[in-house]
């Protein structure tokens, strides 16, 4: 009778264990659909032409803010003044800064503090700006860039990763 309870115990022992991984390995394929959908929505949002700037204002575009050391992804209207920079062609189109506004729905914003997941430090992706009517897309606000990449790995183990490609025509692969 021990034995039985014991070769019991031992494989209900193997099955939780095994249970954990493939839960870890389910919140990675969750979170990477996540991060896909993400960048597709900036993208769309891009090519939907419904843009409600503030007053003197002018939506140049959308993007995504990939911040490593807030541990948060995130889609913001890329802007710039209406009456300085009318064809979007000033320093700080291109990029998340102060003046562009950060879109706060669920959809737009992925964050991974208090996460099993966090973003690993060899991400190579800033920002990825999507501009009408394309779209054409800018990554780290760099012309010659061909590609970047949004890497995300378990804070226990770096090795179970994902990697979601994104290209300067906008196509979004995985790794």
Do not use: W
Not at 8 to 21: A, E, N
């Amino acid at each position: 009778m021990a034995i039985v309870i014991g070769v019991i115990s031992v494989l209900s022992g193997v099955l939780f264990g095994y249970g954990k991984g493939i839960e870890r390995r389910l919140d990675l394929l969750n979170m990477e659909a996540r991060v896909i959908n993400l960048i597709l929505h900036a993208k769309s949002l891009a090519q939907s032409f419904e843009f409600t700037p503030q007053a003197g204002q002018i939506i140049c575009g959308y993007g995504v803010h990939i911040d490593k050391d807030e541990q948060e992804i995130f889609i913001f209207q890329d802007t710039t003044d209406e009456e300085e920079d009318p064809d979007c062609a000033l320093i700080g189109v291109g990029e998340y800064s102060s003046g562009d506004v950060r879109l706060e729905g669920e959809r737009e914003n992925i964050s991974f503090i208090n996460s099993i997941l966090q973003i690993y430090d060899g991400t190579t992706a800033e920002d990825i700006v999507f501009f009408p009517p394309e779209p054409t897309t800018l990554i780290n606000n760099r012309t010659g860039t061909t590609s970047a990449s949004v890497i995300v790995h378990l804070t226990t183990d770096t090795t179970n990763q994902f990697e979601v490609v994104i290209n300067h025509f906008g196509q979004v692969t995985t790794r």
